[in-house]
């Protein structure tokens, strides 16, 4: 599946903003040539099932079925009709003030139709400026899954941004870095942000100057026009200031679409600034280590740092995600040399490279960079001439490093590197972790099936009769 870029203006629509045009690959990786619209922020058709073959046109029956549903999936109230509720209800006294997280929505004392449903009481106005806190999480990885960085993230994040003297916050999916810097305008940290996600739950508590209703992988505005303008508004630095993005995006979330988007906030930014340099805006954007070479290759002038970033509601991306630690990383276009990471959790300058590295990635001589990952220290191959993960094993015959097949005995090992098929194509099996065979050919799958073969067969009596069976008797009788 590959997605087709290009602007979004003219494509249908579902309940998440203009569609994108996709086309599908065959099993040996040529086109089909067929192309088709789905929907830009869900990979899961049971959430959202919005497909349409490009080359049909769309019949006014499913165009009006369409626009029923984005119609009925609008939130209850605009983003001023919130507001009004809003102010209305911060004039009441906390022990009045509820939310319901069932329907998520700011509760007055004469709602009385949440009963049955799971409310908050004493909304203080603390919470109010960290509505995460009251939401229910959204944990449909496939959509909208929601992870909220730790605090010691939160921190970093800040911190780097004030030595980097920025004075502006463009963040994208990012609602604890909002929350932090509103919470925190008594103390006066010189930064100022604009919040966009595709949440609109946030709308209840964020007014329009502060928030917008946004998709970043299709471009799209919810609000329309007035979003748009003040989004544009916000990049215009005056008077000495400065501003950057903080990218969050679901990590299934195409890498290209998002690449897109990117860009076109790259032009209006210099279009606003009459910016004609090559310089780009400065963008700080997380995402998985092993993702780096789809940003490297839509955005070359991006580069991973070291820093790992912890989440506080993840197992596998939090502080207690094992020794390796959380495999987010921090993806920028910002002079490696000035990203400086704390070093009181370990990190360290290598004067070789003229950056900020993890205490586990040692400088290579040989490949002159800092070459780790993820994990232990990474190896160097004389034969490969590059360095390679601890526990992959250099293949004499394909002249390659890879990693072993898993859970096989000796005797049954393949050679562990890439082997092509028929027509030239790399096999990679994602169950054994091995190569030169498919998920479905492991030879795992092999000695499972014979292990099943020779296990005794069930007794005819101790099994359960058929429904058709239990007719059968009724008819007799």
Same mark, same amino acid.
């Given at each position: 599946m590959e997605v087709i870029i290009k602007n979004t203006k003219h494509h249908p629509s579902c309940p998440h903003g203009p569609c994108l045009m996709?086309?599908? /690959?065959?099993?040996? *990786?040529?086109?089909? *040539?067929?192309?088709f619209y789905a929907c830009s922020a869900c990979r899961d058709r049971s959430v959202c099932s919005f497909f349409h073959w490009c080359d049909d046109e769309i019949s006014s029956k499913k165009q009006e079925h369409w626009n029923d549903i984005i119609e009925a999936s609008k939130p209850c109230f605009t983003h001023d009709e919130c507001m009004s509720r809003l102010s209305s209800f911060k004039q009441l006294p906390s022990h009045e003030r509820r939310y319901c997280k069932t329907c998520s929505l700011l509760i007055f004392p004469d709602e009385t139709n949440h009963a049955k449903h799971e409310v908050v009481e004493n909304i203080t106005s603390e919470k109010l400026l960290q509505p995460s806190t009251l939401f229910s999480v959204l %944990? @449909?990885?496939k959509s909208e899954a929601q992870y909220f960085f730790a605090d010691k993230t939160i921190s970093f994040v800040i911190s780097l941004l004030k030595k980097l003297n920025f004075t502006k916050v463009l963040s994208i999916g990012t609602p604890k870095i909002h929350e932090y810097l509103l919470s925190k305008q008594n103390e006066d940290l010189g930064l %100022?942000? &604009?919040? &966009? @996600? +595709?949440? @609109?739950?946030y709308m209840q508590f964020f007014e329009p100057g502060s928030f917008c209703h946004y998709n970043v992988f299709n471009n799209h505005f919810f609000e329309g026009k007035s979003s748009k303008k003040t989004m544009k508004q916000f990049l215009s630095e005056n008077e000495g200031e400065k501003i950057a993005i903080l990218l969050d995006p679901p990590f299934g979330g195409l890498v290209d679409a998002i690449s897109y988007t990117l860009n076109t906030i790259n032009k209006w930014w210099k279009a606003k600034n009459n910016t004609q340099s090559s310089e780009d805006i400065p963008i700080l954007w997380f995402f998985p280590y092993f993702l780096e070479p789809r940003i490297i290759k839509s955005m070359p002038s991006m580069e991973m740092m070291d820093y790992k970033v912890d989440y506080a509601n993840h197992k596998k991306f939090g502080s207690k995600s *094992?020794?390796?630690g959380s495999p987010v990383r921090i993806f920028t276009n910002i002079e490696k040399s000035s990203f400086e990471l704390p070093k009181k959790e370990g990190y360290k300058f290598c004067a070789k490279c003229q950056r900020w590295t993890s205490k586990e990635n040692k400088h290579c001589n040989k490949c002159n960079k800092c070459t780790t990952n993820h *994990? #232990?220290? =990474?190896? /160097?191959? @004389?034969?490969?001439?590059?360095?390679?993960?601890?526990? =992959?094993? /250099?293949?004499? +015959? /394909?002249n390659k490093c890879a990693p072993p097949m898993l859970n096989i005995k000796e005797t049954e090992k393949q050679c562990n590197c890439s082997l092509p098929d028929s027509e030239g194509n790399t096999l990679k099996c994602y169950k054994c972790f091995g190569y030169g065979h498919?998920?479905?050919?492991? #030879? +795992?799958?092999?000695k499972s099936t014979k292990k099943r073969k020779q296990q005794k067969p069930i007794e005819a009596e101790h099994l359960k009769p058929s429904k058709a069976e239990k007719i059968k008797k009724k008819k007799v009788v």
């Open positions: 996709f086309e599908r /690959h065959s099993a040996n *990786g040529t086109k089909t *040539g067929r192309k %944990q @449909d990885k %100022q942000s &604009l919040f &966009l @996600d +595709i949440d @609109d739950r *094992g020794s390796k *994990g #232990p220290t =990474y190896k /160097h191959c @004389d034969s490969c001439n590059v360095c390679v993960k601890d526990s =992959y094993t /250099h293949c004499k +015959i /394909h498919r998920k479905n050919e492991c #030879p +795992i799958n092999s």
